[in-house]
């Protein structure tokens, strides 16, 4: 590496932009961004933008997720939250190192059109000398699988925005499919059960609160509960109301089902040699959304191939982004957008 150059590793995510340097998490801020429709102009990045989120006049500010399903939705505002990002990071002087001396591996879902990827890489370009990476491969490398050998090795990521499977050999993805719902679609699931059950409705930050607190993708042994408000769908006034475990699991077994269903098809793609030995290996599992309490179980049961964990389920992508970059003669020939 050159003096002064400067490896980056980005998994830019729907939910949260997460940037890896020397294998160490140096930031993590929510995708998002406030800005002033008035003047035009960009107000809040991150924590700060996501603290306005649904607490100020949408006619004075506009708080948005610049991306949507794990793609790019608004181009300039991912432009401008990787430009603000990359400079927090790079502290007062950083302004004045020349762009081609950062090179950056960025993350993007997999299967997505040229478009799609286009958009990702022209945002990064701006900060850098910008390199691509489906999300699955880069998980992978992050979480040590061998997938330089020829032997099947497959990840499932589940972010917020979207759902990606893959099995790969040999540095390549050999099948894959990306799902475009995640966690924020199991936050809907139990916003719209709560809305059935009991005619109240719920924000998608209550929902995702619920999630987090008690939520869990299997019955558990210890059930839990949660007392919140909701707002009467006919009165439109307030009224409490409990949630327990049991009805999480209850209300996010459709939207799981989807997600079971889109690995079946990427198995079924999958040469019965490389399908074996991933039945012998198990399924890795990664992501924020896999974090819902007994999901590796679930799909254990779901699928009948065991499925695990993995250890650095949050940071894996942009870890492996960032070694991809030591890896770019390998992973060129077989990842042609490089
Ligand atoms: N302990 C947990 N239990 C259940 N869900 C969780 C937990 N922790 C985080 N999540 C969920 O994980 C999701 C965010 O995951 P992640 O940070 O991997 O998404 P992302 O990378 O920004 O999105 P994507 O990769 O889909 O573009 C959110 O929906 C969040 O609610
Ligand atoms: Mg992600």
């Given at each position: 590496m050159a003096l002064f150059q400067r490896d980056l590793g980005i998994d830019l995510g729907t939910m949260f932009t997460r940037i890896i340097e020397g294998g160490q998490m140096i930031l993590e801020e929510p995708?998002?961004?406030?800005v002033d429709i008035e003047e035009l102009k960009m107000v809040a990045v991150g924590h700060e933008a996501l603290n306005m989120m649904g607490r100020v006049s949408q006619d004075a500010i506009q708080v948005t997720r610049p991306l949507q399903s794990g793609v790019v939705a608004y181009y300039e505002l991912t432009e401008r939250l990787l430009e603000f990002q990359v400079k927090k990071i790079s502290g007062p002087l950083g302004g004045f190192r020349p762009k081609n001396l950062t090179r950056i591996m960025i993350t993007h879902p997999y299967g997505i059109t040229s478009v799609e990827r286009r958009?990702?890489?022209e945002a990064a370009l701006q900060v850098g000398d910008a390199f691509m990476l489906p999300t699955p491969l880069a998980a992978a490398i992050g979480v040590d699988l061998p997938i330089g050998t020829p032997s099947g090795n497959m990840i499932v990521?589940?972010?917020?925005g979207c759902t990606q499977a893959a099995v790969?050999?040999?540095?390549?993805?050999?099948?894959?499919?990306?799902?475009r719902q995640g966690g924020l679609q199991l936050d809907e699931a139990i916003a719209s059960y709560v809305r059935k059950k009991?005619?109240?409705?719920?924000?998608q930050p209550t929902a995702e609160q619920i999630k987090l607190s008690i939520g869990a993708a299997v019955p558990q042994d210890e059930e839990k509960s949660l007392d919140l408000q909701g707002q009467d769908q006919v009165s439109g006034l307030p009224r409490a109301f409990t949630f327990t475990t049991g009805e999480v699991v209850e209300a996010v077994q459709p939207a799981l089902e989807a997600v079971f269903e889109t690995i079946r098809q990427v198995l079924e793609k999958t040469p019965p040699e490389l399908a074996s030995d991933i039945i012998d290996r198990g399924i890795a599992l990664c992501g924020g959304a896999a974090l819902l309490r007994g999901m590796d179980k679930l799909m254990t049961q779901k699928l009948g191939v065991p499925t695990y964990l993995v250890d650095n389920p949050i940071t894996c992508m942009g870890e492996g982004a960032e070694r991809g970059l030591e890896m770019l003669p390998i992973l060129r020939r077989n990842v042609p957008q490089l």
């Open positions: 995708t998002v961004v406030a958009a990702v890489h990521c589940m972010g917020g790969m050999a040999m540095n390549d993805i050999v099948s894959g499919e990306t799902l009991y005619g109240l409705i719920i924000g």
